[in-house]
């Protein structure tokens, strides 16, 4: 390798970056208190991540985040979402006197910028002050060409902002990847420095179709989580940095099994056994389609509007079929008859809108629907998502979530169940040690004069 394509290759792992940001200048007087504070911090910072919960406006805190970044340096912000989301960012940017236009092209409409993820190989980062990637979970597929692409992309611009409510905290990889498209820490050099490889328990996890477990080393788990505050806030809710709930109090969940019984057994077997392995499972979701899919087609004939999450293009199909009133949202569609079939959900010009979690659970406001129905995957986060687009701040009526599922998936739910119980835990001790890192951070004076050793004078 020339001396010439050594400087190259480094000038294409350098990172662009602001060392610190600077005073906002612009700040909505809509936003809630600890709003202003989220934006205030990631301001300041220049390069930083937001981990909220659904409905807590992490929209608008990105979106005056960028016209701030647009003020400081008369420059375009990017603003990069999934699927059918820039429609509604556009939305939620004229609520608050913000103009946002979108993109598709790689041309510059305006200012602040709205795309989805996959026209991003069609714009020029020189072209952009900042970046902020929503729902930036994607970033977690560490080995996919996404993520490459993102991270890449993110390095030439000095101002940087993720914003995702799915950061779960025993996702270390995907914290991993946020850091180092931050500009900081790489993932592998995180993983290295707090963490090792658990090897034990690889049969279970590999039943559950997990990957293989990174547990901290010995009293690395504090700092890590300081480092992770370095960069990073998190909440739940307001009161977890310190703030009035106030108005953002979440109505009830009602989460109700539905147990299908299975009335054909497997060719070559005389009796039907519950499913128990992941091809097992598999294969009698694939026996059980229209069952399923008729109990769920009951659940959903009150007349009112509801979501079905499948898992199969055969459930999805079978449903529009025999559901009144129903459309589905396929992989197949094309972008634009896909943003315009959750527009109209959302505009209740579609009373049963169908799809799967991972063409529709990112990003999307669902608060007009408080009836979910779930076709269960041992995924928690595309339950989580799933169930988030209708249950999240701002909801006013009770959340009813009917999971339709048959004997044989009882194991995916006590799996989901599990996972449930491990991220809360850990969001718990995230929250605790930011507040202790927070209040440690806070102090900027000693009381007490340091005094030079004798035998150093």
Known sequence: MTLQAYHQFLDAKRHEGADSGFAPTFMPPQLFDFQQAMVEYAVSKGRAALFEDCGLGKTVQFLTWSQNVIEHTNRPVLVLTPLAVAGQTVREAEKFGIEAKRSSDGRLAGKLVVANYERLNRFDPSDFAGVVCDESSILKSFDGKRKAEVTDFMRKTPYRLLATATAAPNDYIELGTS??????????????????????????????????????????????????????????????????????????????????????????????????????????????????????????????????????????????????????????????????????????????????????????????????????????????????????????????????????????????????????????????????ALATSSIRHFDRAMEVPAWAA
Request: aromatic share 10%.
């Open 179 to 436: 850091s180092e498209a931050l500009g900081y820490m790489g993932y592998m050099d995180m993983l290295n420095r707090f963490f090792r490889n658990d090897q034990n328990n690889s049969a279970t996890r590999r039943m559950y179709g997990e990957a293989p477990k990174w547990r901290f080393k010995g009293h690395s788990e504090t700092p890590f989580w300081r480092w992770v505050c370095s960069w990073a806030r998190a909440m739940r809710k307001p009161s977890d940095l310190g703030f009035d709930d106030g108005p953002l109090q979440l109505p009830p969940l009602v989460e109700t099994p539905h147990v299908v019984e299975t009335a054909r057994a497997p060719d070559g077997w005389l009796f039907n056994l519950p499913a128990s392995t992941l091809p097992e499972q598999r294969e009698e979701k694939k026996r059980t389609i229209r069952e399923r899919c008729e109990r769920a087609a009951a659940l959903v004939s009150h007349g009112g509007p509801a979501i079905i999450w499948c898992q199969f293009n055969e459930e999805a199909a079978l449903l529009e079929r025999i559901i009144p009133g129903a459309l589905q949202v396929a992989g197949s569609h094309t972008d634009e008859v896909k943003e315009r079939r959750f527009l109209d959900f959302i505009d209740g010009k579609i009373r049963v809108l169908i799809t799967k979690p991972k063409i529709g659970a990112l990003g999307l406001n669902f608060q007009h629907c408080a009836h979910v129905v779930y076709f269960p995957s041992h995924s928690f986060e595309q339950y989580y998502q799933a169930v988030r687009r209708c249950w999240r701040f701002g909801q006013t009526r009770p959340v009813h979530v009917d999971i339709v599922m048959t004997e044989g998936e009882r194991k995916i739910m006590e799996n989901l169940r599990r996972k449930a119980e491990a991220a809360e835990v850990m969001f718990a001790n995230l929250i605790a040690e930011m507040n202790n």
